[in-house]
């Protein structure tokens, strides 16, 4: 599952996407709300599902992306608590760009090496979430992974493909 919010990085949704379903994975997009969703390029989405309607233990993987709109994501218990109950179920997750902000301020990211879009908004949140912040482009632990932006979409998305094969 993605999760992206109105203002979401185009690239950040649709290239990670492209590939998993390549690879033969379903995906799924959620937001706040059930609805279409205009990402920072101009390209629709129509989301398949809100937050507080998605189950952990129907996916795999989540997937948060960044863009203007992710501090939204950020910011939103129900967001945060759904993160929360993906990472005690020891589920894979991952997020790009600003994403990171969502698993740093759920716990997520506590105790674990992870990037982030090199903005002081995002790096403080990292470091006061007890997240160990690298400059990194991309990390990838055993089951998350951050990337720093969108520049870094495609090998995201590779790496998303990677860690579902493990």
């Known amino acids: 599952m993605i999760v992206a919010q109105q203002g979401f990085r185009d690239e950040e949704l649709f290239v990670p996407k492209q590939i998993l ?3 033969g ?18 390209a629709i989405i129509t989301t398949d599902m809100a937050i507080s309607e998605a189950n952990p233990d129907y996916f795999d993987l989540i997937v948060v992306v960044g863009g203007p709109g992710s501090a939204a994501l950020s910011e939103n218990q129900t967001v945060l608590s759904f993160m929360n109950a993906v990472n005690i179920k020891k589920k894979k997750i991952a997020a790009i760009c600003l994403g990171p902000m969502a698993l740093a301020r759920s716990g997520v990211l506590g105790g674990v090496e992870a990037t982030v879009f090199p903005s002081a908004e995002g790096i403080t949140t ?32 590779d790496s998303l493909v990677r860690m579902l094969k493990k």
Do not use: C
């Not at 994975?25 to 101009?42: I, Q």
């Not at 470091?127 to 990337?147: E, F, H, N, P, Q």
């Open 21 to 23: 379903e390549k690879a």
């Open 126 to 157: 990292l470091k006061s979430s007890g997240a160990l912040y690298t400059s990194k482009k991309i990390v990838v632990t055993d089951r998350i992974i951050t990337a720093d932006s969108p520049e870094m979409a495609h090998e995201f998305g």
């Open 25 to 42: 994975h379903t995906v799924k997009v959620a937001s706040l709300l059930r609805s279409k969703a205009t990402g920072s390029k101009g």
